[in-house]
T-cell receptor
């Protein structure tokens, strides 16, 4: 079954404690991205990757890092989380045509 | 930059039709999308329409595109309680790098 898997689904942490949210896809997609969803703002793109070792900033990259060492994985790293990064995060992937995007189930992060 | 706008809330009675509207700014968008997000779940692609089409129908869903006015709508016929969700309109930007999402319309279906 084609899917995008994020872990963890729920995370509560404290300011400054580094964390990583993992994302993997089993569809051999080249393109992967991270979004955050906040009430009234829709989804805003944080980072995207067009292929292995190719990443670029989206609209709201500050405070985040990503890496793409393998095609299937695209982790999101928060080196020093802050309360304004409390949000719902979605990983997504698509093939080279990018005519549709498949989303993970989401990770709800609370930074205290 | 590109912008996608939607009203934030819509309430309808069960059995009625729902119409969710969306406006966008990027006239070069090639595809426009509707995604559904149920409570606690991720985004599910409902349907999409190519920019050279005016209408697309898929069972209870009808998508209308007015390219001149940059207006997209999603009509759900015979709305059911299971249709209660947030519906996101999205467009693919000029460069194909990013899907630009609207803020989402929360559809509430009343019995």
């Amino acid at each position: 079954e084609a899917q995008v898997t994020q872990n963890p689904r729920y995370l509560i942490t404290v300011t400054g404690k580094k964390l990583t949210v993992t994302c993997s896809q089993n569809m051999n997609h080249e393109y992967m991205s991270w979004y955050r969803q906040d009430p009234g703002l829709g989804l805003r793109q944080i980072y995207y990757s067009m292929n292995v070792e190719v990443t670029d900033k989206g609209d709201v990259p500050e405070g985040y890092k990503v890496s793409r060492k393998e095609k299937r994985n695209f982790p999101l790293i928060l080196e020093s989380p802050s309360p304004n990064q409390t949000s719902l995060y979605f990983c997504a992937s698509s093939d080279t045509t990018r005519d549709r995007v498949d989303f993970g189930a989401g990770t709800r992060l609370s930074v205290l | 930059g590109e912008d996608v706008e939607q009203s934030l809330f819509l309430s309808v009675r069960e059995g009625d039709s729902s119409v969710i509207n969306c406006t966008y700014t990027d006239s070069s968008s090639t595809y426009l999308y509707w995604y559904k997000q149920e409570p606690g779940a991720g985004l599910q692609l409902l349907t999409y329409i190519f920019s050279n089409m005016d209408m697309k129908q898929d069972q209870r869903l009808t998508v209308l595109l007015n390219k001149k006015d940059k207006h997209l709508s999603l009509r759900i016929a015979d709305t059911q309680t299971g249709d209660s969700a947030i519906y996101f309109c999205a467009e693919k930007d000029n460069y194909g790098q990013n899907f630009v999402f609207g803020p989402g319309t929360r559809l509430s279906v009343l019995p």
